[in-house]
């Protein structure tokens, strides 16, 4: 099995398989910089700034890790531009088989995302009160953020 982030392409009710599944892995590019980027987050609906000094590649939304069935899964730190996604899916990954040579999202994959918290609360010892989210509220909830490069 293999994970790979995934387009903003409707999730397919069925598996994916061959040129199909082209569609629904995302394209990346490597490239050299100057200095290391890092993200910075803001557990609230504000795009936090960048530090002095240093200047914004991307906004985005602050994704912590997923999961799959069993111990599958994966993440990174926070400070790794990779935890600042410019798109917020609640499947922002897909799962593919080598075996079967198929791709597909699967009900037992979750995505967590680091959430906002009203300032007054961040240090309390009191729980954040739980809610249930619909569809369209899920943005509301999920921290932002930008990744920032160091100026030289």
Request: glycine residues 6%; aromatic residues 10%; hydrophobic residues 35%.
């Amino acid at each position: 099995k293999s994970y790979w982030l995934s387009t903003s392409a409707s999730i397919p009710m069925m598996p994916v398989e061959r040129l199909e599944i082209r569609q629904y892995i995302s394209r990346c590019s490597v490239c050299e910089a100057p200095s290391q980027a890092v993200a910075v987050h803001s557990q609230d609906i504000t795009i936090p700034s960048c530090p002095v000094g240093w200047r914004s590649l991307w906004i985005g939304y602050s994704f912590l890790m997923h999961t799959a069935a069993g111990a599958e899964g994966g993440g990174q730190s926070l400070m790794s531009p990779g935890s600042c996604l410019e798109d917020f899916r609640a499947t922002p990954f897909i799962e593919c088989n080598g075996a079967r040579g198929t791709c597909h999202y699967f009900a037992n994959k979750y995505s967590f995302w680091l959430t906002t918290i009203d300032q007054n609360s961040q240090f309390s010892n009191a729980a954040p009160p739980s809610e249930t989210l619909k569809a369209g509220q899920l943005r509301t909830r999920a921290s932002r953020c930008q990744v920032c490069m160091k100026n030289l």
